[in-house]
Every structure is written in structure tokens, then in C-alpha cells.
């Protein structure tokens, strides 16, 4: 039998939709509805409307969520990414400031330093030997009388019975291992409060050379397990508190069918059923080990008890070797002040020895201090010199920025002053036609009364005149305007035959091609006037070959270099501003210098040697070695004026 055909995820419409279902509004007019709608096609307008919602509330809901989700993950994504931009450019701006101040420092620093290194060697090595042979000779000292007491003894003992020693079971530093256990008690109150205190109560038992049943480490192994027990125990009862209700949460959010949500308190399950599993067994680790331990610490002591040993094994001397003297009392004494020398000169010899250490350790701080301390100072005077020059550099913009507003506020005075002028010019003229017209319309349609008033003939004569001369004056009116679009006419036509290369250039006067250069400023004070300037041949005649026409390539060419020379030479500058400051005096000093074109190919150090005669007439000093530059510092004397010009405002600097 064969298997059932796919169903499909999203049910089709039974019946193809209608057209106004379709086209998704409803028809505008009676005209465009071709019928008019039967009740069977509006029962199949609402049940495909409704089928519509139903897919796309059932096959876009998850759809949503997930991009609702993603949008938010990806905000805080650029949220994140905005913040870590903020901090890297803070960091960035931080280091980049401090830079400076470290490259500048780094090599002083880096000097005294070896010089306090080389000062700190040198005086470890007088220091260190003196300290070091001192104490090799009191301990030789101290050996030659520990040598002498054992002759001695030796000599006392020749008679003496024979000597049983039994050999310590472990070797034991007595002195570290009091220390030790007297911070046993202060540990075990510490250990209450950090989570390890237990392990270093043990941890210190056992460098403290403690055997493995001795009662100390024992009893810090039972506190141990009871702190453990405690933490364990306060886990498994926070996971039995919690783990209900994030159960509930998990169940409630399943039968709502939000399973993204529910997947956050499932994960929190998990977490706490894991932590109350290991606390769990944690629990029965310690439990077991904890009594493990009691029954040991009993068995010690009972063990001590037998052998007639104390309970502490501080106060056992068992651990050490043991003499047994049957007889010659004297001897033992003897060998019993010879070991009691011998260990308070090792005493001595340690002390000597950490005393030396702690010379040359104060040595080599003082001397860390002084590095430290000069490296400080370094630092201090390289960001005050830093914070010198930077007034320095702000009260000079600063002067700039003033200069620079003066000349502004000049500039729109003087604009100011010329719209006034004009304006007044332009009322002026305005009044002056006024009343022109108002004598020409007196004169022309008021006449004397006895002209009208002689006879009927005058009169009649009088007024064919004057219809004879308004109708001469409205076709003058009309000629003139003809004219003029024709005038027009003609130029568009002939400045688009030219931009096309259909006709040759045609030959403009340019007020730039007459304008005289300014009298060379040093002829007021005697000289001899410049040659006058080569006449300038005139353009040649364009060359257009008839019989060659150009390629659209060529002319467009043609057409590009034209317009760019006319926009040059629209936008060349016809005026240059120089600044002159003198620091010292704190003075300055700006020009507007004319710029002809007849000056374009002159080379701009001549603007100099202008600049330099026209400051010793206003100032009545020459300055000496002046040169020109733009406002960004970069030297331009060796170029064209033309090329300076492009720069915008120059100065001239000594």
C-alpha cells in the first residue's frame, strides 16, 4: 500500500483567491469592478483572509521570537563593542599623553639608576665581607672553645662505663617547630572566617615536622573536617531550598510553551542538583576521614599514656636522641656542656649570618628608594617643562586667535562702510530718476493753457504731436528690447559653437590682461625706476584645421582645458594677505598686498623684499634675513607668486 503524500506544512487555499484578495485592496470604483461581488466570492474574501492570519500566526511566531532574540543579542553585541571602542580610545588617548613624559624621562631614569646600582654594589661589596668575616671569626672562636670543652670531657670520660644512644626516629628543628604550633591555635581561630584556614592549620602541622599521629595534627585534621562538614552541609541545604521552585519555574514555563525562557531555569537546575550531588558526597568523605581521625587521636594518646609519655608532643623529648648513662656522672655532664656549646655557637653563627642578610636587604631597599625617588623627581620636572611649553604654545594661539579676530572685525568695517556708500549712491540715483520722470511726464502732458485755450487748430496739431511722439517712443522701447535678445541670442550661440568646437575662441578683453602693477615701493626712496615690461605678444591665431576635424576625444579635451583656464582665471587671487609677529615686542603686523597679473610668474621672494621696505616706512626698522612662509611653517620663497597665492594668508617670519 502505498504511503500517504506529504502534507503540506501550511494549508492551501481550496479556491484560487480573488483578485481584490490578491491585489490586496479593495476595488476603487464601480468602473474598475468588472462585477459586482457574489456572496460566494465574499465568504471566500473572509475565509482566505482568515487563513492568511492563521499561517502567519502559526508559521512566523517562532520566526519572530528568534529575530526579536537575535536583534537583542546583536544591540548588545554594539553596545559592548561601542563600550570597549570608548575605553580603547580613552586608554589610547591616556597613553598616547603619557608617552611623551616616559620617552622623555626614560633615558635620566635609566642613568641614575645604574649609577645607584653601581653605588649599592659597591657598597654591598666593602660592607658585606667585613660583616661576613666577623662572623666566621666569632664562630671559629666559639668552635675552639666547644673543641677544648670536648678534650676536656674526653679526658674526664676515659674511665667511664660505655655510652647507649638510641637514634632519634626523626630529625626534628625543635625552636620551628614550637613556632609552628603555637600559631596552631590562632590559624584554627582564623580558620572560622577563610574558606582554606583549615588546610593551612594542617598544612602548618605538617611543616612543622609533626608525626602522622601525633595529637596537634590530628586535632587539626578533626577541625578541618568539621569546618568542611559545615560548608558541605549549608550547600545541600541552600540546593534543597531552591531547587523546588526553580522546578516549578522550569514545569510552568514547558506547559506555556516558552521554551527559551524555561531552558535559563532548567540550566539553574542543573547547576544546583550538581552542587547538592557533590556536596553530598563531600559530606560522607568527611564523615568517614573525621572518624578515622577521633580513633587515632584516641589510640595516640592512649599509646602516650602507656609509655609514660606527656600528651603534647611538645613537651616529649622522646623524639630526640636518647643517652643512657649507667655511671660517671661527670662525664655526661661534660659531653652535656660541650653539645650545649656547640649549639649556642651554631645559634650565635645563624644570628650573624641573618643579621649580615638583613644589612645587605636594608641596603638594597634604601637604595630602591633612591632610584625610585629620582625617577620620581625626573618625572616631575619633565611634566613641568611640558606644562611650560604647552602655556608658551597656548598664550601664542592665543595671540594668533586675537590678531586674527582684529583683522575680522577691520575687514567687516570697512565692508560695512562700502554697503553704506553704495547704498546711499544707489538712493542717490534712485531720487535723482524720480525726478527726472516727474519733469518729463510735466513737461510732457501739461502745456500751457493758451496753447488749448488759441484755437481749435492749435489744439489739434498739439495733440497729433504729441500721439505722433508716444507712439515714436513705444516702437523705440520695442527696437531696443529686440535688440538686446538678439544681442543675447547671438552670444549664447556663439559661447555654445565655441564649448562644442564648432567655432574658433573668441577674443575677450580681460581686465586681468590690463591691469598695471603697483610702482615698485623702493623707488621712494631714490632708485631707478624698473625697465618697463616686454610688450606681450598676442595670442596666436586659434588653430583650427578645417580640412582636419577634431575627434570627439580631442575636442571634449579641447573643451575641459578651456573651461578650467577660464575658471583659473576667475578664481585667481587678486589680493594676498601677509602677517608679520614679533614675539619679543609682542607686536604685529598684516598687509593686503595687490596681486596683478602681471606679477603671476614673479617669484614670491620679491613679495619679501616689498613686505621688508614697506615695514621700515610704517615701523622705521629694517628687518634683516626675513623669509616667507604659510601658515603651516613650509617655506615658499622659492616658489611663483601664483603658487603662494594658492596657499591662502602667509606670514613672513625673521
Known sequence: MDAPAAEPLVEEPRAPAPAAVVEGQRPKSVVRAATPTSSMEATAMQHHARRMRQRECSADASLARDEAASRREALAQKRAKAALMRRDAKAALFRETLGELRLATAMSA???????????????????????????????????????????????????????????????????????????????????????????????????????????????????????????????????SVIPEYKARFDELTSQGCNRAAFGWKRKLDESLARQTEAESNILFHERRAQQDAELLEASLKARQAAGRPASSLDDDSENEVEIIEENDDAAAARRAVRRALRAARARAERDRAAAETAIRDARRRAAAARYEASAAAAASSIAAHARSMKAKRDRARRRHVMRERDAMKTKREAADALEKVRAAAAREASHIKKQRSRRAVAAFVRPRYEYAINEDARRAQLAADVAAAELEKLRCRRDAERAAADAAALAAQQDAFLRGAAPRPAFASSLDTMEAPLDPLLKFGGRPPPPDKPVAPHPPPDIREEVPLSTTEAARLRINRALARVMRRNFPTQLRLHYVDDEKERSLSLVLPLPAAWRARPAAKLVATFNALYAKKRGALLRGAALRDLRGNDLGSRTILEAARCGELRVCC
Open 110 to 240: 635609566r642613568r641614575r639608576a645604574i649609577r645607584a646600582d653601581m653605588a649599592v654594589a659597591r657598597e654591598a661589596r666593602a660592607g658585606a665581607p667585613k660583616r661576613q668575616a666577623v662572623a666566621a671569626r666569632r664562630a671559629a672562636e666559639l668552635r675552639r672553645v666547644a673543641d677544648a670543652a670536648a678534650a676536656a670531657a674526653r679526658k674526664a670520660s676515659l674511665g667511664a662505663t660505655k655510652r647507649l644512644v638510641v637514634a632519634p626516629t626523626a630529625s626534628v628543628d625543635r625552636a620551628a617547630r614550637r613556632q609552628a604550633l603555637a600559631n596552631l591555635d590562632r590559624l584554627a581561630r582564623a580558620a572560622k572566617s577563610t574558606p582554606d584556614g583549615a588546610e593551612r592549620v594542617v598544612d602548618q602541622a605538617t611543616k612543622a615536622g609533626v608525626r602522622e599521629d601525633a595529637p596537634e595534627l590530628l586535632r587539626g585534621r578533626q577541625l578541618m573536617h568539621r569546618l568542611k562538614l559545615d560548608e558541605a552541609r549549608s550547600i545541600v541545604a541552600e540546593a534543597t
